[in-house]
């Protein structure tokens, strides 16, 4: 037990519908009330900033479950960072069901957390699941600029060739996730969405942290990932969101302008109760970065939780 009498965290794990075994990390309240399920963006397992945010939840008063997205971290799948968005969704009516039958859990009280790629499913499964009674949607996007014609067909035409070579018994092909030259060859790639000075971050260091941080962490990304998500789309859902009350949190500084485009759309097609947010001075990357705003950013979080399931 933690000094402020609460449990600090204890290791959990749940099967999805596809026998896969998800892990992650409990915050229980100190006594039985609502909870929030929080899961990371794209490729990135529950590490740091997300276990603060549960900390602050769990200090709140919100019992909260952290867990990696399948094909992230400790959770099982294959090939490693495969991410697969309606899988993703299906995956959290598991965490769901999962966090219902915990002991400081009403049943009736579960609110989705999510970041980026995340948040959009977090609202998608809030679309599907009566279960869910709030949502907190951090930065809400899809994570891809499949606006953009060159980088769309690129992304296409390797996830074809990836198809043809995995048909032949090859390993899957990949992508650098966070891109650490000048080239055009990453998902992410810091010095040509962010110039020069990639602000928030090195990304030498981040990929080092990572690395440390996550046993066999290759900084790789599946091309099947990129098909996954050019393939989907999670705005025809969100009227379906209904009066299930949803906080979308924004970057006062977002970097990525095809993300910053689907923040007013997202907004506008909530038709249920809604609050929106802005953090100043954050960008997509380090909206939760440990600093002197983040006590107050998530207290946002949690207030809004608090006042409609509290």
Not at 25 to 35: C, D, H, L, M, N
Not at 185 to 190: C, E, K, M, S, Y
Not at 261 to 287: C, N, S, T, W
């Amino acid at each position: 037990m933690a000094s402020n009498g609460v449990e600090e965290h204890r290791e959990v794990e749940f099967k999805t519908v596809d026998s896969l075994t998800l892990r992650g990390k409990v915050y229980a309240a100190a006594e039985r009330g609502p909870a929030v399920i929080i899961t990371p963006g794209l490729n990135f397992p529950a590490l740091n900033l997300y276990l603060d945010v549960a900390a602050a939840f769990q200090r709140a008063g919100v019992t909260a479950l952290v867990y990696d997205n399948r094909c992230v971290g400790a959770s099982d799948g294959e090939p490693r960072g495969e991410s697969d968005p309606v899988k993703q969704i299906g995956d959290l009516h598991e965490a769901v069901s999962f966090v219902r039958r915990l002991p400081t859990v009403d049943p009736k009280r579960i609110a989705l957390w999510g970041y980026s790629l995340s948040g959009a499913c977090a609202l998608s499964a809030a679309a599907l699941d009566r279960r869910v009674k709030a949502v907190v949607a951090v930065c809400p996007a899809q994570p891809l600029d499949v606006e953009n014609a060159a980088r769309r067909n690129r992304y296409l035409a390797l996830a074809i060739q990836d198809r043809e070579s995995r048909a032949r018994g090859n390993d899957p092909l990949t992508l650098p996730f966070v891109g650490l030259g000048d080239a055009d060859d990453a998902v992410f790639n810091f010095r040509l969405f962010f110039g020069t000075d990639p602000g928030m971050m090195d990304p030498e260091v981040a990929v080092e942290g990572l690395e440390k941080a996550v046993p066999g962490y290759n900084n790789q990304i599946p091309v099947r990932a990129l098909a996954n998500i050019a393939a989907w789309s999670f705005r025809h859902l969100l009227p379906f969101i209904g009066n299930i009350p949803v906080l979308q949190v924004e970057a006062g500084d977002e970097e990525l302008e095809y993300i910053k485009r689907q923040y007013g759309p997202v907004f506008e097609a909530l038709v249920g109760p809604k609050e929106r947010v802005v953090v100043p001075g954050k960008g997509h990357m380090d909206i939760l970065s440990q600093d002197e705003r983040f006590a107050g950013t998530v207290k946002v979080m949690s207030d809004f939780v608090l006042k409609h399931l509290g």
